[in-house]
C-alpha cells in the first residue's frame, strides 16, 4: 500500500478525533478532588465517580459523556489501576459503558429503562410504607414532616432546588425507616439512578406542586399508621413520575 492510498484514512482519523473533542468539550464533566491515600485506592475510585456521576446533570443535553480514564487518575493523583478497577464496578452497576477503541461513556437510560426502575421502585417503596407504619417510632415519622417545613405553596418554586434535594431525602428516608434491610440494599443503586431523573423531572409541568401535596398526604397516612392508605399513596405517588416520563420525557429517547 502507498503513501497516498494510506493518507485518506489518516485525515477521516485526524477529523473523528477532531470531532471527538469538541463533544467533549461541550459535554459535562465530573468535579473531582484528590483521592486521600490513606484508603483503598479502588473504593475511593469507584466512591468519588459514582457520586460524581450522580451530580451531574446527564440529561441536560444529548451529548456523550466521555470519562477519561488518564485525566481522572491525574485529578485523584493515583494510578490508573484502581481507576480501571473502580470503572469496571460502575459498569457492572450500569452507571457507565465501556465502547471499544472508543473509550468509558457515561450511561443514559433509555425512556423504557427509567420507567421500568420507577415501577421497581414504587413496589420498594410502597411496602417500606407499609412497614413503617408497623414499626416505625412517632419521632421519626415526624422527621418526616419536618423536612418540608420550610416550603410553603409560593416559596417551592423560588427554592426548586433545594425542594429538589428535600424530596430525594424524603424518599430515601422511607426506604431507610423500613428497617428492612433486604430492601434497603435492593433499593441503594436504583435509586442512584433515579435521583438523576428526579432531579431532572422535578421542575417540569408543575409536578413540585403535586409532589408536595402527595407528600403531606403520605405523611399523614404513615402518622395515623394506616397502612393501606399509605402503601397506595406512595405506590401512586412514584408511579405518577412513570406516568410523567412516558408523556413528557422525549429527551430520553
Do not use: C
Not at 471527538?20 to 490513606?38: G, K, N, S, V
Not at 417503596?125 to 416550603?151: H, K, N, P, V, Y
Not at 434491610?181 to 435521583?195: P, W, Y
Amino acid at each position: 500500500m502507498t503513501r497516498n492510498s494510506r493518507s485518506p484514512r489518516r485525515g477521516t482519523a485526524a477529523r473523528l478525533r477532531r470531532t471527538d473533542a469538541r463533544l467533549e468539550a461541550a459535554a459535562p464533566q465530573p468535579l473531582l478532588a484528590p483521592i486521600d491515600t490513606a484508603s483503598s485506592f479502588k473504593h475511593q475510585a469507584y466512591a468519588a465517580l459514582k457520586n460524581a456521576i450522580v451530580a451531574m446533570d446527564v440529561y441536560r443535553s444529548r451529548d456523550d459523556i466521555r470519562l477519561d480514564e488518564r485525566k481522572l487518575a491525574q485529578d485523584f493523583g493515583i494510578s490508573r489501576t484502581p481507576v480501571r478497577e473502580a470503572m469496571a464496578q460502575l459498569e457492572s452497576e450500569g452507571f457507565v459503558r465501556s465502547v471499544p477503541r472508543r473509550g468509558i461513556y457515561v450511561v443514559r437510560k433509555t425512556k423504557r429503562e427509567v420507567i421500568e426502575m420507577i415501577t421497581a421502585w414504587a413496589a420498594l417503596e410502597s411496602m417500606a410504607a407499609r412497614l413503617i407504619t408497623q414499626s416505625a417510632s412517632e419521632e421519626e415519622i415526624s422527621g418526616l414532616r419536618r423536612m418540608f417545613a420550610t416550603f410553603d405553596n409560593g416559596e417551592l418554586r423560588a427554592h426548586l432546588d433545594e425542594y429538589s434535594e428535600a424530596n430525594i431525602e424524603f424518599h430515601q428516608t422511607i426506604i431507610r425507616m423500613s428497617g428492612n434491610s433486604v430492601l434497603i440494599a435492593l433499593a441503594e443503586n436504583l435509586f442512584t439512578h433515579m435521583r438523576m431523573i428526579r432531579r431532572k423531572t422535578i421542575g417540569e409541568k408543575d409536578r413540585v406542586e403535586k409532589s408536595i401535596r402527595d407528600h403531606m398526604n403520605i405523611i399523614k397516612a404513615l402518622e395515623t399508621r394506616d397502612t393501606d392508605r399509605a402503601e397506595r399513596l406512595v405506590r401512586d405517588h412514584a408511579l405518577g413520575l412513570a406516568d410523567h416520563v412516558a408523556k413528557y420525557a422525549n429527551y430520553l429517547d
